[in-house]
């Protein structure tokens, strides 16, 4: 399985990105899709998921201003940025858990990064 995410760049504060993360492959159903980010300097940590079990979750910093979503028919996760700071610079990634393999009955869960896209908000 590959992830090509795409939809960062040059945003001034309080501007909107929308990010995408295609996933390519024998894919069978998906698990859990999420969207991560990794500051300078910082570790990365999530941003918004639809998690395996349970509800929507957002990274507190974010609540009200992205907003995930997906579309299963095209194996694709999308990142609605809005009313971006310049805090929000990162190198965002795509992370899905995925059900793949040569037949069904052959599949297994399977954990894909995407390789990263730069957004940066800066005046």
């Known amino acids: 399985v590959q992830l090509q995410a795409s939809g960062g760049g040059l945003v001034q504060p309080g501007g909107s990105l929308r990010l995408s993360c295609s996933a390519s492959?024998?894919?069978?159903?998906?698990?859990?899709m999420s969207w991560y980010r990794q500051p300078p300097g910082k570790e990365r940590e999530l941003v918004a998921a639809?998690?395996?079990?349970?509800?929507?979750r957002y990274a507190e910093s974010v609540k009200g201003r992205f907003t995930i979503t997906r579309d299963d028919a095209k194996n694709t996760v999308y990142l609605q940025m809005d009313s971006l700071k310049p805090e929000d610079t990162a190198v965002y990634f795509c992370?899905?858990?995925?059900?793949?393999?040569?037949?069904?009955?052959?599949?297994?869960?399977?954990?894909?990064w995407g390789q990263g896209t730069q957004v940066t908000v800066s005046s």
């Open positions: 992370n899905v858990d995925v059900l793949v393999g040569p037949t069904y009955q052959d599949s297994y869960y399977q954990t894909v």
């Open positions: 492959g024998n894919i069978f159903s998906f698990n859990a």
């Open positions: 639809f998690p395996s079990v349970g509800n929507i």
